[in-house]
């Protein structure tokens, strides 16, 4: 796209002051392509930079005096949902409970400043795939050296229980995995589909075949299960994809089946562990804790316990009995606390009761529906991937850390802005 047309995107949505066209714009550009390289190894960093981000946009709108963005349906939401929580807080909450409430608000704005401002340029999403793409290929080497080798580069062994942790000291390269996946291969794989060579075909099924073996490899339970959602997603949202999903997923069985040979730990983490929690799940730590979660909200359905009321409450002797509808082994169990319920619509329902759930609900579909743009998003490589990163990331039935806490929030809610960046400023690029 030429500069001058580049220049209207942005002014599209704040004017072209001089501040805007140098140094806040540059910083929080920077900021924006060197975040995922410090979501992987600088967690404070990482914070900061998201922080910073939303600070400079914030900064940039005071100059400008254009507040457009809060129009915006998610944006509404976004503060009702923010603005509800922090009441709860208030009414339920410590000091340090209300002050996390407050700064829980720099994730909505770093969202909003990708979307209205850092990322409506072409050429830094772009960018920022390739830095996506770069993460991507550093995990899936560094997984493959140590299965082949025993350690990574860095000198990491396997983890205790057998899951590969490539580039990361501990098990986490199976979640963070799963969120460059699909918007680091997808376009790939478009790319190699539309071009219709002789072997591109081939190319791009084996692309996604040897992503999705690696993912199986890493021998992480809910990232492999949430990866083969994403599949099953893609192969329903794009024709082109069936096959090729199909097929990887056949390649994904006969790995399964030969794990007690090609990974002996593998199978015994993945397969072995995961039948045995899934048979027996009310008796699992997971079970306790989803038990516990529940027995929180029926107990406090308004107003839940405010921010982190899950970790600060869930010894209390109220929420010891568990539900009669739930058959947990034994709700009063200590394994039934964590430091959050492990999902966030549990997250989200223990902090700011049923109203905020809701909430959540109504912000995940608006979300959802202005990505998916009715169809729009077969126009845009990267948009789809997009699309099926944030469906698998809001999956309701799933084991998840904590959605407001770095790292794991600055991968969400980067994904969610460049999201909305793309829908919003689409390059026009067809996946047909």
């Not at 900064?59 to 944006?75: E, G, H, K, N, Y």
């Amino acid at each position: 796209m030429p500069a001058l047309a580049r220049n209207n995107d942005r002014a599209a949505t704040i004017p072209d002051f001089p501040i805007e066209r140098g140094l806040l714009i540059s910083a929080a550009t920077g900021a924006t392509l060197l975040l995922p390289a410090a979501l992987l190894y600088a967690r404070a960093i990482a914070d900061a930079m998201l922080t910073l981000i939303a600070v400079l946009f914030l900064v940039s709108l005071w100059s400008s005096r254009q507040w457009r963005w809060l129009l915006a349906p998610w944006t509404r939401i976004m503060l009702l949902l923010w603005a509800w929580t922090l009441l709860c807080t208030l009414l339920a909450g410590t000091g340090p409970a209300i002050a996390q409430a407050l700064a829980a608000l720099r994730f909505f704005v770093f969202t909003a400043a990708l979307e209205n401002w850092v990322l409506v340029d072409p050429l830094s999403r772009r960018r920022l795939w390739y830095v996506v793409l770069g993460v991507a290929i550093w995990i899936v080497l560094e997984c493959w050296q140590q299965y082949l080798f025993g350690t990574s580069i860095l000198g990491y062994r396997r983890y205790i229980d057998g899951a590969l942790t490539g580039p990361f000291a501990r098990p986490i390269a199976g979640g963070t995995y799963l969120v460059v996946l699909f918007p680091a291969v997808l376009p790939l794989c478009f790319m190699l589909l539309r071009r219709g060579g002789r072997f591109d075909w081939v190319y791009a099924i084996g692309t996604l075949a040897f992503a999705a073996a690696t993912m199986l490899l890493i021998g992480q339970r809910m990232p492999s299960v949430l990866m083969v959602l994403g599949l099953c997603v893609t192969g329903l949202l794009f024709r082109q994809f069936r096959v090729p999903v199909v097929l990887t997923i056949i390649v994904g069985a006969v790995l399964l089946a030969s794990l007690p040979l090609v990974s002996p730990p593998t199978f015994a983490k993945l397969v072995v562990q995961f039948t045995q929690q899934l048979e027996t799940f009310w008796q699992t730590p997971y079970g306790a804790i989803f038990g516990r979660a529940v027995t929180m909200i029926q107990a406090n359905p308004w107003l839940g316990l405010g921010w982190d009321g899950f970790r600060d409450n869930c010894m209390q002797p109220a929420y010891l009995r568990g539900v009669s509808w739930l058959p947990i082994a034994d709700p009063a169990s200590p394994a039934g606390c964590n430091i959050h319920p492990h999902n966030y619509w549990l997250q989200i329902a223990t902090s700011a009761g049923l109203p905020g759930l809701a909430l959540f609900v109504l912000l995940t579909v608006v979300w959802l529906r202005r990505i998916a743009g009715g169809a729009e998003y077969l126009r845009n490589d990267k948009r789809a991937a997009l699309l099926v990163i944030v469906f698998v990331m809001l999956w309701p039935v799933a084991s998840a850390t904590s959605l407001f806490t770095v790292p794991n929030a600055g991968w969400f809610f980067l994904m969610v802005g460049w999201g909305l960046a793309e829908a919003r400023f689409p390059a026009g690029q067809s996946t047909q």
